[in-house]
């Protein structure tokens, strides 16, 4: 079971990246995604999460009216648009998936809950 994250890079403040989880080995039908972040010096901090079924999301305070996270089952993929990009959203962004479970419109913002994890892409914004 693989995740990959793709989509990082270096952007301006005010700028846009959108962020891409692909799944390999596994369908992500049956999974709850998060989204999670790691800036140098801090620890890994949860962003986002979306239910296995039902389309349920929830958002960190911090990225609320920002980031929008989105799923395509039939690409197996878990995107994250990321708008008005500020300094302080650079970090490594992981993608991660709980599962399987159906859990109707819900999702954990917890990472405790998730067991399999990409290796990240790096996040920079920066003027």
């Known amino acids: 079971l693989q995740l990959v994250e793709s989509g990082g890079g270096v952007v301006q403040p005010g700028g846009s990246l959108r962020l891409s989880c692909a799944a390999s080995g596994f369908t992500l039908d049956y999974y709850a995604i998060g989204w999670f972040r790691q800036a140098p010096g801090k620890e890994r901090e949860g962003v986002s999460c979306?239910?296995?079924?039902?389309?349920?999301?929830s958002y960190a305070d911090s990225v609320k009216g920002r980031f929008i996270i989105s799923r395509d089952n039939a690409k197996n993929t878990v995107y994250l648009q990321m708008n008005s990009l500020k300094p302080e959203d650079t970090a490594v962004y992981y993608c991660?998936?709980?599962?399987?479970?159906?859990?109707?419109?819900?999702?954990?913002?917890?990472?405790?809950?998730?067991?399999?994890w990409g290796q990240g892409t790096q996040v920079t914004v920066s003027s």
């Open positions: 991660a998936a709980d599962g399987p479970l159906l859990l109707f419109g819900i999702c954990e913002s917890s990472q405790k809950y998730y067991d399999y």
């Open positions: 979306i239910s296995s079924v039902g389309g349920g999301t």
